[in-house]
Nanobody
Framework: QVQLVESGGGLVQAGGSLRLSCAASGRTFSVYVMGWFRQAPGKEREFVAAIRGSGSNSYYADSMKGRFTISRDNAKNTVYLQMNSLKPEDTAVYYC???????????????????WGQGTQVTVSS
């Protein structure tokens, strides 16, 4: 079992930055791919970014490339999402999720992730 707790959301103006954190329980954090997803009102949950258990590789949705950076600190059982150049369309609830890293392709679909945090609201004003 993995418990995930996100933090760092809030209200920011367009062009601003936020850093989200997701703290995980347990001693085996490094065996999990960690992903960030987001869900805006009336929309499906969408993939944002993911990072392998070792931190060796990261993956991004096309619309986030160059603006968002995912990272992890396995010693602290924490994954981060640095978000820069935020746009009003980035407004959503952001969730972190964990999927066992089996060495094959990292999934970008929410259904593949077994554990989820409660989410943190990010609101970008224009």
């Amino acid at each position: 079992q993995v418990q995930l707790v996100e933090s760092g959301g809030g209200l920011v103006q367009a062009g601003g930055s936020l850093r989200l954190s997701c703290a995980a329980s347990g001693r085996t954090f490094s065996v999990y791919v960690m992903g960030w997803f987001r869900q805006a009102p009336g929309k499906e949950r969408e993939f944002v970014a993911a990072i392998r258990g070792s931190g060796s590789n990261s993956y991004y949705a096309d619309s986030m490339k160059g603006r968002f950076t995912i990272s992890r600190d396995n010693a602290k059982n924490t994954v981060y999402l640095q978000m820069n150049s935020l746009k009003p369309e980035d407004t959503a609830v952001y969730y972190c999720a964990a999927d066992r890293d089996r060495g094959w392709a990292v999934s970008t679909t929410a259904q593949s992730y077994d554990y989820w945090g409660q989410g943190t609201q990010v609101t970008v004003s224009s």
